[in-house]
Nanobody, 119 residues
């Protein structure tokens, strides 16, 4: 059974930094794209950042220049370095990944980690 487990969320003041991690475990044959989404109260879940297996990245306009997504393929882990945090970044952050397990590709989601930015 494949699982994604996030860590690194918490409370930080505006202008501060946090680093989120998401580790995939289980019977994993390969991992394609990995990414981060977030959902603030009363809002739809939105894509924050994505990183392909070749290292190519994409970001939401709202986080460009402040957030950096990276991955460690040896550890099946994706990271999100968040700098210059703003109160509007407050949300539950979810990682997801396209993982090939048992010769089938599925999209998996983590349980989410809360990020709260105080003004």
């Amino acid at each position: 059974q494949v699982q994604l487990v996030e860590s690194g969320g918490g409370l930080v003041q505006a202008g501060g930094s946090l680093r989120l991690s998401c580790a995939a475990s289980g019977y994993i044959m390969s991992i394609d794209a990995m990414g981060w989404h977030r959902q603030a109260p009363g809002k739809q879940r939105e894509l924050v950042a994505v990183i392909r297996s070749d290292g190519g990245t994409g970001y939401a306009d709202s986080v460009k220049g402040r957030f950096t997504v990276s991955r460690d393929n040896a550890k099946n882990t994706v990271y999100l370095q968040m700098n210059s945090l703003k109160p509007e970044d407050t949300a539950v952050y979810y990682c997801n990944a396209d993982i090939v397990s048992d010769y089938r590709k599925r999209n998996y989601w983590g349980q989410g980690t809360q990020v709260t930015v105080s003004s």
